[in-house]
Nanobody, 126 residues
Framework: VQLQASGGGLVQAGGSLRLSCSASGRIFSANAMGWFRQSPGKDRELVAALTRNGVNSYYGDSAKGRFTISRGNAENTVSLQMNSLEPEDTAVYYC????????????????????WGQGTLVTVSS
């Protein structure tokens, strides 16, 4: 699976950005796609995740009420709409695909993800 993320950049606090992730390859075996972020010295954390059928979504505490994950118009794409951005949202955002070999998996756990994109930097200035 190959993932291509786009949409990062510099924005002022209170502004919005939209990230997009396009997946190709063995995507038919994916159970979920998600966005995670990582800042220097911190662990990779959940921003938002979506099961492949689009039924179940999951959000990290910092994203609830401000960010929305959705399936894109193009096949095998997922988007993340980020509103009311804060300086604390500054991080590298990674798109991931979860392909589980069992029926038990947790889209909130980055360790469950098998494929990652290259990351896109989001910088929020105060």
């Amino acid at each position: 699976v190959q993932l291509q993320a786009s949409g990062g950049g510099l924005v002022q606090a209170g502004g919005s950005l939209r990230l997009s992730c396009s997946a190709s390859g063995r995507i038919f075996s994916a159970n979920a796609m998600g966005w995670f972020r990582q800042s220097p010295g911190k662990d990779r954390e959940l921003v938002a995740a979506l099961t492949r059928n689009g039924v179940n979504s999951y959000y990290g505490d910092s994203a609830k009420g401000r960010f929305t994950i959705s399936r894109g118009n193009a096949e095998n794409t997922v988007s993340l709409q980020m509103n009311s951005l804060e300086p604390e949202d500054t991080a590298v955002y990674y798109c991931g695909v979860l392909r589980s070999r069992t029926v038990y998996y947790d889209p909130r756990d980055p360790r469950e993800y098998t494929d990652w994109g290259q990351g896109t930097l989001v910088t929020v200035s105060s």
